[in-house]
T-cell receptor, first 112, second 112 residues
Framework: GQQLNQSPQSMFIQEGEDVSMNCTSSSIFNTWLWYKQDPGEGPVLLIALYKAGELTSNGRLTAQFGTTRKDSFLNISASIPSDVGIYFCAGSDQGGSEKLVFGKGTKLTVNP | DADVTQTPRNRITKTGKRIMLECSQTKGHDRMYWYRQDPGLGLRLIYYSFDVKDINKGEISDGYSVSRQAQAKFSLSLESAIPNQTALYFC???????????FGPGTRLTVT
């Protein structure tokens, strides 16, 4: 089945630093979603992207739908300790099945 | 109150036992999903339902069954639990025309 390659797998940063992570697919996607999961909780939707080239912000988070429609990027500016968690990308392809394919996640650790 | 709720939140059971995980939602969404999460493997789709009369297998449906009792309720059953079904289980919902999925808090299942 389809797979998403999400990188990096983990990041260790200092509070205040900016963070970048990305996801790539082997096929064209119509939708890119970014989620955050805290320990012991379900994934929470951060940003949804529906158009190639779209750039959307949610507070200190900014995500972009790549122009090739095969990738997406998430940036976090001025990280704070509560940004700790696992960030997942997810995408939906052109087939219209509305099933999502998930990346394996980027685990973010923020040192105060 | 949470829009998507799951019961129980934690469950320990023995090999061979039948167990049911329940999901309820107040979002009014038609589409509901069951996922399994294992460390390093991300989220994998078990079953999904587009409405009360429509049930579909996901990528890892063997050993599982589901019941869509109403628009708001979607249950996952393990007919005869085995240790490799130890995992986090998440229910999710989405609107008819959208791709965004909203997750419940999860059930941590341990099969001994």
């Amino acid at each position: 089945g389809q797979q998403l390659n999400q990188s990096p797998q983990s990041m260790f940063i200092q509070e205040g630093e900016d963070v970048s992570m990305n996801c790539t697919s082997s096929s064209i996607f119509n939708t890119w979603l970014w989620y955050k999961q805290d320990p012991g909780e379900g994934p929470v939707l951060l940003i949804a992207l529906y158009k190639a080239g779209e750039l959307t912000s949610n507070g200190r988070l900014t995500a972009q739908f790549g122009t090739t429609r095969k990738d997406s990027f998430l940036n976090i500016s001025a990280s704070i300790p509560s940004d700790v968690g696992i960030y997942f990308c997810a995408g939906s392809d052109q087939g219209g099945s509305e099933k999502l394919v998930f990346g394996k996640g980027t685990k973010l650790t923020v040192n105060p | 109150d949470a829009d998507v709720t799951q019961t129980p939140r934690n469950r320990i059971t023995k090999t061979g036992k039948r167990i049911m995980l329940e999901c309820s939602q107040t979002k009014g969404h038609d589409r509901m999903y069951w996922y399994r999460q294992d460390p390093g493997l991300g989220l994998r789709l078990i079953y999904y339902s587009f409405d009360v009369k429509d049930i579909n297998k996901g990528e890892i449906s063997d050993g599982y069954s589901v019941s869509r009792q109403a628009q708001a309720k979607f249950s996952l059953s393990l007919e005869s639990a085995i240790p490799n079904q130890t995992a986090l289980y998440f229910c999710a919902t989405s609107e008819v025309t959208g791709h965004e999925q909203y997750f419940g808090p999860g059930t941590r299942l341990t099969v001994t």
